[in-house]
């Protein structure tokens, strides 16, 4: 059985695995883990990126954006002014349209704001942006996102950089059945297995970054997690056992001698 293609606002892509470019000890080691990863998306926090002073190690020398899709995201944005204002300069810096929405709330547990995330994808969408959006894991608000043109859902699993992994699949479930766009888990996940799990349930992809870049051998946890998104893909196409509540021998019991 032949998979299809993730495809995110008319763009086609082979990887299913979204890495970052923050925590990484230098850009050298981020372009090793994306090309141990296979990921052909990148996401890029402009506002803690240096991507125009020549003077200083840039981004793009280590990762070309002719080759990689840069992602721009909105991190450490706590308004929805803050965040349309910054993809805005990442549109005219870079020609960036397809873009990552996050409005965080509290400094402690960086859960999006969900009233403000809600009225800047509006605002962007309006603006021409394809939004790809980071939310709660609330089927309500997902179906809201959806349901203004937000191109990809990108619920969390736990909190940003936590690594506790998947701490509710029924709501990551029940957003994925309802939704006609890809779905992401986005934040949370800490381990290959983590990634598993998601793409198991039936996620269209993960993003991983504090996973990769926060691991004591970065480029190896990069590869890992690339396995780790193809395995629980095939998983989930495959169609997993039915549980049961007793025993059933692997052999069967008739003809026995």
Not at 105 to 120: C, G, I, K, Q, W
Not at 161 to 171: C, D, K, Q
Not at 189 to 194: E, H, K, L, V, Y
Not at 227 to 252: E, F, Q
Request: proline share 6%; with cysteine.
């Amino acid at each position: 059985m032949r998979d299809t293609a993730l495809k995110i606002a008319g763009h086609s892509f082979g990887s299913r695995l979204i890495i970052g470019t923050g925590k990484f000890k230098d850009y050298a080691e981020n372009a090793a883990a994306l090309e141990a990863s296979g990921a052909e998306i990148v996401t890029v926090a402009l506002r803690r990126v240096n991507l125009s002073n020549p003077k200083e190690p840039m981004l793009v020398d280590y990762l070309n954006p002719k080759t990689v899709t840069y992602l721009p995201n909105t991190a450490g944005c706590f308004t929805g002014e803050d965040a349309v204002r910054t993809l805005r300069l990442a549109r005219e810096a870079g020609g960036w349209n397809l873009v990552k929405l996050e409005v965080l709330s509290d400094p402690r547990h960086l859960y999006p704001d969900m009233e403000e995330t809600l009225r800047a994808a509006k605002l962007l969408i309006a603006d021409g942006f394809d939004v790809m959006v980071y939310c709660t894991d609330d089927p309500v608000f997902a179906k809201k996102l959806e349901d203004i043109g937000c191109c990809a859902i990108m619920p969390l699993a736990a909190p940003i950089g936590s690594g506790l992994g998947i701490l509710n699949p029924v709501n990551i479930r029940l957003i994925i059945e309802q939704s006609s766009v890809p779905v992401f888990v986005d934040a949370g996940i800490g381990t290959p297995s983590d990634a598993t799990i998601a793409m198991e349930l039936g996620c269209d992809g993960i993003i991983a970054n504090t996973a990769i870049a926060g691991a004591k051998h970065p480029i190896l946890m990069a590869e890992a997690m690339k396995h780790a998104v193809i395995a629980g893909r095939k998983a989930y196409l495959a169609g997993r056992m039915p549980k049961k509540k007793y025993a059933d021998p692997s052999s069967p019991l008739a003809g026995l001698i």
